[in-house]
């Protein structure tokens, strides 16, 4: 079993530290939320007051936290790990961020010899609970190697994408999609519903249809179609769409960088903002349903 340092125990960071601790590992926790500190002791973990204190002794530091300043902070910062982890700690970043920020982390850290990948994850809350993750990894092979049994305690899916910076690419790519399919699916729905259909009905015909996707499968953005999803509950507790947004513009970012041409992101980009503006940031990315709810004439 290893000693695991894990800074950032929000809604995905909670139960990931606390599955690994269920898997039996000493797993040692910082969080900036003396909430999210007390909840991650009454799973098993032992609590630290600084980041530095998290890293003392890991063979491994995982980290799941909001955004880049977050990460370069924890890691790079006048405070930051790189002044005080062995080289023999394993780095594992979960969080979601530009792929640029993750190859200048690991590239500083790997002048220290410390060994780092990118491993940002995809199957929400629901599957952070459930230990069911996707892990897209970028990093050398020996090092996705390392943390693979690691990350199989939080996850069923472990890809390698690349070198360092090749999972975070892999990953928005993967939530662009899905940004395209959740606005998609809310606009079905509410035409549906402007016409008389029941959306549980509705649901269903499109689950056996061509129409089929994850939105519809697991995280229906209509309230009362499916139980213990985030639009069943008031659009809390699952990703939000600051998240979104702050992804989607991630997209933009690599999509100019390239030249690719991603009209379909561009515009999800522009929807998640707006919302957000109008003051939704809060909520989870599936309340979008709500944004293209036809205005009543
Ligand atoms: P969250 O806002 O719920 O949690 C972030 C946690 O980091 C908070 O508890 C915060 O207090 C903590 N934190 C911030 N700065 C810190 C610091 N300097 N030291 C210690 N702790 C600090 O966010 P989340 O939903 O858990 O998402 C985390 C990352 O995972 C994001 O990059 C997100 O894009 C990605 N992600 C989220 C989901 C989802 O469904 N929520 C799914 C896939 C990927």
Redesign the pocket.
């Known amino acids: 079993m290893a000693q695991i340092g894990f800074?950032?125990?929000?809604?995905?960071?909670g139960p990931m530290a606390a599955n690994l601790a269920k898997a039996g590992h000493q797993v040692t926790v910082?969080?900036?939320?003396a909430e999210?500190l007390k909840v991650a002791a009454e799973h098993g973990c032992k609590l630290a007051n600084s980041?530095q204190a998290v890293a003392d002794g890991a063979d491994f530091v995982i980290s799941?936290?909001?955004?880049d300043k977050?990460v370069q902070?924890?890691y790079l910062g006048e405070q930051g790990l790189i002044h005080s982890l062995s080289n023999s700690t394993v780095v594992i970043d979960?969080?979601?961020?530009a792929a640029e920020t993750a190859r200048y982390v690991g590239a500083e850290l790997g002048k220290q010899g410390i060994t780092f990948i990118d491993a940002?994850?995809?199957g929400?809350?629901g599957g952070a609970i459930a230990g069911t993750l996707t892990f897209i990894c970028g990093g050398s092979e020996a090092a996705v190697e390392q943390a693979r049994p690691i990350l199989n305690d939080m996850g069923k899916n472990v890809f390698r994408a690349g070198d360092i910076g090749a999972g975070q690419v892999a990953k928005i790519c993967n939530n662009m999609l899905l940004s395209v399919l959740m606005v998609g699916t809310s606009e079905a729905l509410q035409l549906g519903i402007a016409h008389g259909l029941d959306p549980k009905v509705m649901s269903e015909i499109m689950l056996q249809s061509s129409g089929r996707n994850w939105t519809l499968e697991v995280y229906n953005p209509c309230p009362n179609i499916m139980d213990n999803v985030p639009s069943s509950k008031g659009y809390q507790g699952?990703?939000?769409v600051d998240?979104m947004s702050?992804?989607l513009g991630l997209a933009q970012q690599a999509a100019l960088a390239s030249g690719a041409s991603t009209p379909m992101g561009s515009l999800t980009l522009n929807l998640y903002r707006s919302w957000a503006q109008l003051g939704h940031g809060r909520e989870d990315f599936s309340s979008i349903f709500n944004y293209v709810k036809p205005q009543t004439k």
Do not use: Q
């Not at 910082?30 to 939320?33: E, G, R, V």
């Open positions: 800074i950032g125990l929000g809604n995905m960071g910082f969080d900036l939320s999210a980041t799941m936290l909001p955004a977050h902070g924890v979960c969080s979601t961020i940002p994850v995809s929400g809350v699952g990703f939000l998240l702050k992804d």
